[in-house]
């Protein structure tokens, strides 16, 4: 996502600087143009250093770890990342005089939905530590913004998918459903596992909200561009449409017209039956209007990214 939003930035002429640590992204995806600093948000000197090179506007918040299973049996480096470092860099924003951040939050604030589609209001319960150490954050934020007049926007993503030419999903271990099931199709994994088939949903499997990433980009460059508040403003990205795991397995098939085997699995720790959000906030007050979120399209350029020329297949040790 942080790559997807750069490019835009750059394409739409901001200058753009990008601190990574590179522990799970790698260097070819900071974009041509961009200023890169390989450092850790964590890092309080090295990050006060990097904001007093220049006159920022802005800063967009994307690190964090974000793997459900792994964040149930070790919050401990969850909350670390996500809180603690995280505490760090907006500490570093402040005494920089920065007044705009915009943070990308998770639909996992909420846990198991008790309205659907939902809203902004509903109530905040998270099933794993990913979900708590989102929220945490944005309970900082929004006492960091009442007492230091920051104008904050916290963006709960539902799921991310699809790709521009120039910027795919690359994970290694791959986590995610396009690209394991790209990687079915094409014979690098025997079967696809679809985890739990006993939810209270028509077939059974998980219901997901999916929304291309050039969309997301779009909210973050409306909140760069909104009025100065010094206010917390928390907005939902999502369709307000869900698909089961099935569903999609069946719109990869359409698609690539390969067959994608699957298999049955027990359900995961900290994984929702439903997610799918009410974007009627970010349409309203910021003006989104998603344009490439139909599902099918997601696929299909995330498909046109797994078949490029120079194949987004890369060494885990590659940086």
């Known amino acids: 996502m942080g790559s997807v939003c750069a490019e835009e930035l750059l394409r739409q002429g901001h200058e753009v600087s990008v601190v990574d640590n590179l522990s799970t992204g790698h260097r070819h995806a900071v974009p041509e143009g961009a200023e890169f600093h390989a450092m850790d948000i964590g890092d309080a000197a090295g990050m006060s250093h990097v904001l007093a090179t220049k006159a920022f506007d802005a800063v967009f918040h994307f690190a964090a770890k974000a793997l459900i299973p792994e964040s149930v049996t070790n919050p401990s480096v969850f909350y670390h990342v996500n809180f603690v470092a995280a505490k760090t860099m907006i500490d570093a924003i402040r005494d920089a005089g920065i007044k705009r951040v915009v943070f990308s939050s998770s639909a996992a604030v909420y846990g198991n939905p008790v309205e659907i589609p939902i809203p902004e209001e509903h109530p905040k319960a998270p099933v794993n530590s990913y979900g708590e150490t989102k929220l945490a954050y944005e309970r900082l934020l929004d006492w960091y913004s009442r007492a230091y007049g920051i104008d904050i926007c916290a963006f709960r993503?539902?799921?991310?998918?699809?790709?521009?030419?120039?910027?795919?999903?690359?994970?290694?271990?791959?986590?995610?459903?396009?690209?394991?099931?790209?990687?079915?199709?094409?014979?690098?994994?025997?079967?696809?596992?679809?985890?739990?088939?006993?939810?209270?949903?028509?077939?059974?499997?998980?219901?997901?909200?999916?929304?291309?990433?050039?969309?997301?980009?779009?909210?973050?460059?409306?909140?760069?561009?909104?009025?100065?508040?010094?206010?917390?403003?928390?907005?939902?990205?999502?369709?307000?449409?869900?698909?089961?795991?099935?569903?999609?397995?069946?719109?990869?098939?359409?698609?690539?017209?390969?067959?994608?085997?699957?298999?049955?699995?027990?359900?995961?720790?900290?994984d929702p039956a439903v997610l799918c959000a009410s974007p009627k906030r970010l349409m309203e007050e910021l003006g989104w209007n998603p344009q490439v979120s139909d599902l099918d399209h997601i696929i299909e350029t995330a498909w046109a990214w797994e078949n490029r020329p120079a194949r987004g297949r890369w060494a885990a040790s590659e940086k």
């Open 157 to 270: 993503y539902f799921n991310a998918s699809g790709a521009t030419e120039a910027h795919g999903e690359e994970h290694v271990p791959e986590t995610h459903i396009l690209p394991l099931l790209f990687e079915v199709a094409t014979g690098e994994r025997e079967f696809f596992t679809i985890y739990g088939c006993d939810y209270p949903t028509p077939d059974g499997s998980c219901l997901r909200d999916f929304v291309h990433v050039l969309d997301i980009a779009q909210a973050h460059i409306l909140a760069l561009h909104k009025e100065y508040t010094p206010t917390f403003s928390a907005y939902n990205i999502g369709m307000g449409k869900s698909y089961s795991v099935k569903e999609v397995v069946a719109h990869v098939e359409r698609v690539t017209r390969l067959k994608i085997p699957t298999r049955e699995g027990a359900n995961r720790a900290g």
